[in-house]
């Protein structure tokens, strides 16, 4: 059974940073690409950004020099870094996990996701 588990969100003041995990467990598959996407109250979910197998990015325009994506294909886990938030960054921040093999899904698999708070 796939699990895709978020972790590392909170409440920070603006300007601060926060580091955000995602893995994913389970067997019999190859994770391909990951992302983070999230979802403000009274908004629709929308992409943060995007790390493929082989480390390439892509980030929304938003966090663009602000958030860097990284991966650990080992350890089926990416990593979220986000400096310089700021109070529009307050949202709930979803993972999603494309797999290969006997696990694929068209739509991928999602995290519960995880809380950021930014205060100003």
């Known amino acids: 059974q796939v699990q895709v588990v978020e972790s590392g969100g909170g409440l920070v003041q603006a300007g601060g940073s926060l580091r955000l995990a995602c893995v994913v467990s389970g067997t019999g598959f190859i994770v391909n690409a990951m992302g983070w996407y999230r979802q403000a109250p009274g908004n629709q979910r929308e992409l943060v950004g995007t790390?493929?197998?082989?480390?390439?990015?892509n980030y929304a325009d938003s966090v663009k020099g602000r958030f860097t994506l990284t991966r650990d294909n080992a350890k089926n886990t990416i990593y979220l870094q986000m400096n310089s938030l700021k109070p529009e960054d307050t949202a709930v921040y979803y993972c999603?996990?494309?797999?290969?093999?006997?696990?694929?899904?068209?739509?991928?698999?999602w995290g519960q996701g995880t809380q950021v708070t930014v205060s100003s």
């Open positions: 999603r996990a494309d797999l290969s093999g006997v696990a694929f899904r068209p739509d991928g698999y």
């Open positions: 790390i493929g197998r082989g480390g390439s990015t």
